[in-house]
């Protein structure tokens, strides 16, 4: 079976609204930095709800094959990469991962 186009990561965490800039901070200092230089790495997307004093994180990273997204994970592509300075302001975060095809896109925003 040919292997789509384009994979998306999905993982979700939460923090205090107060630490949710410091969650952002962490991500474009030194998460987007490291994703950008991985060959097969496509973009990403950080999707963020506020409710009471919870902010839930979905990122989805894209990807162009599994093997690049194995640049980033190691062997276990379904294990969460959560480093020590997000565990430190995240609430809850998921310990795994779900990867989705994309099967229909439009970039129009």
Excluded at 42 to 57: P, S
Aim: aromatic share 6%.
């Amino acid at each position: 079976m040919k292997e789509p186009a384009v994979i998306a990561r999905l993982w979700t965490g939460s923090t205090s609204v107060g630490d949710a800039p410091k969650y952002l901070a962490h991500l474009e200092r030194n998460v987007i930095p490291e994703l950008s230089s991985i060959s097969g790495h496509r973009g990403i997307y950080v999707l963020q709800r506020a409710e009471a004093d919870t902010a839930t994180c979905i990122v989805m990273t894209l990807w162009e094959s599994m093997e690049s997204i194995r640049r980033f994970s190691g062997p276990d592509v379904e294990a969460a990469v959560v480093a020590p300075e997000a565990r430190a302001v995240l609430r809850s975060y998921e310990r795994r991962v779900t990867h989705y095809d994309v099967v229909l896109r439009s970039d129009a925003v």
